[in-house]
């Protein structure tokens, strides 16, 4: 019995000539990063980074989403929380710059901010992976929120105690202010996976 060499791998020939791609790729970077000088004039710039962020986050959610789908839904998490930032950032930035206003706190601004630190950081927790499985993801959960709640403890006896007893706010202002530092204290652990 012979055994036959297997067929040679064929490669689907270069689209397009490879210098025109190249020149509208430059051409196209050029346009973003003139755009992105612009918006930033604008202090837009935060919104666009934001924004271009979570669609490379959804690109890269949409390529995995048949062969790794446990990746894809955690890029798609991450996706959402950066698309949660932009539209919040957006509405900031408009505020200010266009009606020449600070927005009030809290305002609808805080109902896209606050979930969208959650959403990182849900995303983060849902990238580790271990041959532990869904234990390794609890673990990283519960030291996220030991790490959140040391610095909390740290932060209310040094700056935020004083502050909340001296404020005049509504509860629910001070629950919103209280919210972020709080969120970031979360956001602190998952990046150091």
């Known amino acids: 019995m012979s055994t036959q060499p297997a067929p040679p791998v064929r490669h689907p020939p270069p689209r397009g000539d490879p210098a025109a791609r190249a020149h509208a790729l430059r051409i196209a970077c050029a346009v973003l990063i003139a755009g992105f ?21 959804g690109v890269r959610a949409r390529r995995d989403r048949r062969s790794h789908l446990r990746s894809a839904a955690a890029w798609g998490v991450l996706a959402a929380g950066g698309g949660l930032w932009a539209i919040a950032q957006g509405g900031w930035t408009f505020e200010q710059t266009g009606l020449g206003r600070t927005p009030p706190s809290p305002s609808w601004l805080d109902v896209p901010f606050l979930p969208s630190s959650g959403a990182l950081v849900g995303g983060l927790a849902m990238m580790v992976q271990t041959p532990a499985g869904r234990l390794s993801q609890l673990r990283a959960a519960l030291e996220a929120l030991f790490m959140a709640t040391g610095l909390l403890l740290c932060g ?28 970031d204290a979360a956001s602190a652990r998952p990046s150091s996976w």
């Open 37 to 57: 000088a612009a918006l930033t004039a604008l202090h837009a710039g935060e919104t666009l980074a934001a924004l271009c962020a979570s669609i490379a986050l």
């Open 156 to 183: 209310w006896l040094a700056v935020i105690g004083p502050v909340t007893a001296s404020s005049s706010s509504s509860t629910l202002a001070q629950t919103v202010a209280l919210a972020y530092p709080v969120l």
